[in-house]
């Protein structure tokens, strides 16, 4: 069945370091790639998403492109910030009545001052 | 208030009891979900309701039945739970299309089951 496989946590990195949270993935289709993110006692909130390969997505600084030939869809940011610590979820799903989500397991992300 | 709201934020109960949990969409999607998540377990879908009609039930116990009486609210009504229970739930809504659902989560509710 799809999958989705994020590298483990937890990542702690410097104010202004350069991000990389990795994320493969498992489809037997062509489905849509999500990074979702959940700040301290918080529900999720989408971050960015690509619908199909070679798209980019990008918001608040992070980018992620849609790598069909390594099945992959890395989250990157060039200089994070301390209100950047949250968590940081891959998901995939396909269009349709189907909908439901495929999450990977998370990455918590710490950025010390 | 706008995207998807859910009540109450923060609910304990004993194994004993009955409760439900709210969730209210404003933005005119058709599907909506419930998502739990524990400690140290991905994010696991437990229903979804795509048209107002459940689509999905991943084998969650009885002890929790949703219920969904328009497109835009979802209940979730717990009875007898046990401890292990224990966890935020989410509730998110989507706009179901042919091409890709894009979910939008609410604030969850963490629920502690003593």
């Known amino acids: 069945g799809d999958s989705v496989t994020q590298m483990e946590g937890p990542v702690t990195l410097s104010e202004e370091a350069f991000l990389t949270i990795n994320c493969t993935y498992t489809a037997t289709g062509y489905p849509s790639l999500f990074w979702y993110v959940q700040y301290p006692g918080e529900g999720l909130q989408l971050l960015l998403k690509?619908?199909?390969?070679?798209d980019k997505g990008s918001n608040k600084g992070f980018e992620a492109t849609y790598r069909k030939e390594t099945t992959s869809f890395h989250l990157e940011k060039g200089s994070v910030q301390v209100s950047d610590s949250a968590v940081y979820f891959c998901?995939?799903?396909?269009?349709?009545?189907?909908?439901?989500?495929?999450f990977g397991k998370g990455t918590k992300l710490s950025v010390k001052p | 208030e706008t995207g998807v709201t859910q009540t109450p934020r923060h609910l304990v109960m004993g194994m004993t009891n009955k409760k439900s949990l709210k969730c209210e969409q404003h933005l005119g999607h058709n599907a909506m979900y419930w998502y739990k998540q524990s400690a140290k377990k991905p994010l696991e879908l437990m229903f979804v309701y795509s048209l107002e009609e459940r689509v999905e039930n991943n084998s969650v116990p009885s002890r929790f039945s949703p219920e969904c009486p328009n497109s835009s609210h979802l209940f979730l009504h717990l009875h007898t739970l046990q401890p292990e229970d224990s966890a935020l739930y989410l509730c998110?809504?989507?706009?179901?299309?042919?091409?890709?659902?894009?979910?939008?989560f609410g604030p969850g509710t963490r629920l502690t089951v003593l």
């Open positions: 998110a809504s989507s706009q179901v299309s042919s091409s890709t659902d894009t979910q939008y």
């Open positions: 998901a995939l799903n396909y269009g349709g009545s189907q909908g439901n989500l495929i």
């Open positions: 690509a619908t199909k390969a070679d």
